[in-house]
């Protein structure tokens, strides 16, 4: 498992900072403790937790977008197929240009020229702006919607884990793992958020009535988070 977190760590470390991947370490170092304390043998809690919570981080924005494209990994993968004189277009949707089709309701895809790669180089520098007042994208509603979620699955985690024992342990995994039917772009992508939303929910409550009691210590806990 170490490996693991350390590889997501790293991952999240260049998605966006330091600060962003000890978020996720500390999230997931929160599971190990309550595990520990319930002595629950195995860290299939704390893995699902690493593994959506990362998934819900790291989600495809526009600078992730310009950043994959602007790696030396995909350049390399594009030397190794192409050569040099190859034109290669990029099929994109940007939410802020993009018109709906009539047809399927969903933003439809545009070509983009050999050009877009400068601009991805660009626009990858600017990742510092995600999440702020200051970026353009942010005001979108899958932004906000991805952003909310992203705190909503930490807070549920937090206070899953004052709970945590033996007898809701499977639970506190199916929990862990009810945002992992999230996938796609645009409005797949908000459909999805909105019916995983709908399953946190009633989860959260099924563990709420079967957890176990709270020790004062816990409640006191619980209302900090």
């Known amino acids: 498992m170490d490996a ?6 790293a991952e999240l ?3 966006q900072n330091d600060a962003y ?3 996720f370490l500390e999230l997931v170092a929160q599971t190990q403790l309550a595990t520990r304390r319930a002595k629950i043998d195995d860290d299939i809690f704390p893995m699902a937790v690493a593994e959506e919570a990362y998934r819900l981080m790291a989600y495809k924005d526009e600078y992730e977008v310009a950043r ?7 350049r390399d993968g594009l030397a190794r197929q192409f050569n040099r004189s190859a034109k290669v277009s990029v099929h994109l949707a940007p939410p802020l240009i993009s018109r709906l ?13 050999p050009w877009v790669f400068t601009l991805f180089r660009v626009l990858e520098k600017f ?3 995600r999440g702020s007042p200051f970026d353009p994208f942010g005001y979108s509603v899958e932004r906000r919607m991805e952003r909310a979620l992203i705190v909503d699955y930490e807070k549920m985690i937090r206070r899953v884990c004052l709970r945590l024992d033996a007898g809701n342990h499977a639970l506190a995994v199916t929990i862990a793992r ?3 039917s999230i996938r796609g772009f645009g409005p797949i992508k908000r459909e999805n958020m909105i019916v995983a939303r709908r399953r946190m929910a009633q989860l959260v409550d099924e563990f709420n009535g079967h957890a176990a009691p709270q020790t004062p210590e816990h409640r006191q806990q619980n209302r900090a988070a």
Request: charged share 30%; proline share 5%; no cysteine.
């Open 21 to 23: 991947a000890q978020k």
């Open 101 to 113: 089709d009539p047809e399927t309701g969903r933003p439809r895809k545009r070509v983009f020229g």
């Open 178 to 180: 009810s945002t992992d």
């Open 127 to 129: 990742k510092v702006l």
């Open 13 to 15: 470390r260049d998605y």
């Open 4 to 9: 693991r977190l350390a590889f997501l760590a």
């Open 68 to 74: 994959l494209y602007s790696s030396t990994a995909f």
